[in-house]
């Protein structure tokens, strides 16, 4: 279904989410720490079936959540709605193209972040969005797209380890 | 995605928001349920994240060393300039407040002006102060401190002055002593003290006296301090007797003084208290 065993993506999945939860500040760089879950969801997106990525992103969204402070939910909902514009938007781009991989990954990353502020800002007004707001997000999802250049060619390399398995599904 | 599949998971995708809303707790109970059963897990991960952070962070810190300390360096300096700055403010405002009896006792005429430069002449003793004819200094105005009089201006320009010590070779001023009241002129002659001359055979001056300006002469007003006497002895002459004066003023040390310049229309002083 994948192109790859279901023993590999599940070690994949449970190493990703436990370095995010348990590990995740260690790429903390001035505050600033890379989405790893965004990241899968594009590489998901990208490399193994577009159309489960919207599933996949529900269930990233749910883990950060119960390990969140925030809104419950809001990540949930940020994430797949981020998933379904890039299954959607994930045709008409080079996929093989890393630094496309990157850019997109900034792209989504902004989505994602102003999606999640605008979930809090409508269901918790006492929350106002400040005035580094924008700024942060920028910086925030720049540190997204550097990172995930490089990890994404790990990640394939981890989940293909021939290369010609890759079909890029449409 | 077909849409019956699409709609069900944005059902899914909503569901927990809709939830939190609605039921507050529920929430707050996975999350303490989570907190609680990866807390082992936590603490370990927390322990080795903060030492490999560590690294980075002592690294980064290392990377911005110098710049912080070049940053740093540059604020101590700017630092220890304005405490300076303060320290000379302070002895400043500690020397006028000396000077306020003066100020009280005559209060139409007193200049308050600083010293600007010293003249390094061995045979004439001046000092130019910042203020001039604007300030309504003229000639012959007197000049005085809190501890006694200094001297007199020599030449009045717009904004600055130069005024003459009591220690210059052609300064005379009229005293008296203030216990005997004996009158004598008090002349400089290049040294540190002062020579009080003309003094009668019979008076009563002693050493310790202290010599206040008489009045006399139009320039200085009376009973300003001058200095005390230090030896007395008889002029080659035989007929009078003279007076070696220590001033009370230390004219090297003097930063701020006092004009009594003349009122206008007033021709001399009146009185000095």
């Known amino acids: ?170 | 995605m077909r849409p019956k599949v699409f709609i069900l998971f944005a059902i899914l995708a909503v569901m927990p928001l809709v939830l939190s809303s609605v039921a507050t707790p529920f929430p707050e109970t996975m999350r303490s349920f989570s907190t609680q059963t990866f807390k082992p897990v936590f603490q370990t991960s927390d322990f080795f994240s903060d030492h490999i952070t560590g690294i980075f962070t002592k690294g980064r810190d290392l990377f911005f060393a110098y710049k912080q300390n070049q940053e740093l360096r540059q604020r101590i300096a700017s630092l220890e300039t304005e405490v300076n700055q303060l320290r000379e403010e302070r002895k400043q405002i500690a020397g006028i407040e000396k000077l306020l009896p003066f100020l009280r006792k005559n209060p139409r005429t007193i200049t308050l002006a600083h010293i600007i430069f010293r003249g390094m002449s061995f045979w004439e003793h001046n000092m130019v102060i910042d203020k001039g004819k604007k300030q309504n200094i003229q000639k012959n105005v007197a000049i005085v401190t809190h501890q006694g009089l200094v001297g007199r201006v020599i030449m009045a320009s717009s904004s600055a002055s130069q005024v003459m010590l009591l220690t210059d070779y052609s300064s005379k001023v009229s005293v008296i002593d203030q216990e005997s009241r004996d009158i004598g002129l008090l002349c400089g002659d290049g040294r540190k003290l002062l020579r009080m001359t003309y003094v009668d055979l019979a008076s009563t001056i002693k050493v310790g006296d202290t010599v206040v300006t008489s009045g006399m002469g139009g320039i200085y007003p009376k009973g300003i301090p001058v200095g005390k006497i230090e030896t007395v002895g008889t002029d080659k002459d035989g007929l009078h007797l003279f007076a070696l004066v220590r001033p009370f003023v230390n004219f090297s040390k003097v930063e701020e003084v006092l004009c009594l310049a003349r009122a206008s229309g007033e021709s001399d002083y009146s009185s000095w208290s």
């Not at chain 1, 490089?150 to 398995?165: T, V």
């Open chain 1, 1 to 170: 279904m994948f192109g790859t065993s279901i023993r590999r993506i599940g070690l994949f999945f449970l190493v990703i989410v436990f370095f995010e939860i348990f590990f995740g500040r260690i790429l903390e760089i001035f505050g600033f720490r890379p989405d790893l879950f965004l990241i899968v969801i594009v590489f998901w997106a990208f490399v193994i079936n577009r159309h489960t990525a919207p599933q996949i992103a529900i269930v990233l969204g749910l883990i950060r959540d119960f390990f969140a402070t925030g809104f419950f939910g809001a990540e949930t909902l940020s994430y797949f709605l981020c998933a379904v514009f890039i299954s959607v938007v994930s045709l008409k781009l080079n996929r093989q193209n890393y630094w496309m991989r990157g850019f997109t990954c900034f792209i989504f990353s902004l989505l994602h972040f102003w999606l999640y502020a605008l979930i809090i800002f409508i269901m918790d007004e006492a929350k106002p969005i400040s005035r580094d707001f924008w700024w942060v997000s920028i910086y925030h999802s720049f540190y997204t797209a550097v990172i995930a250049t490089w990890i994404m060619r790990f990640f394939e390399r981890w989940l293909y380890p021939r290369q010609s398995h890759i079909s890029f599904n449409t």
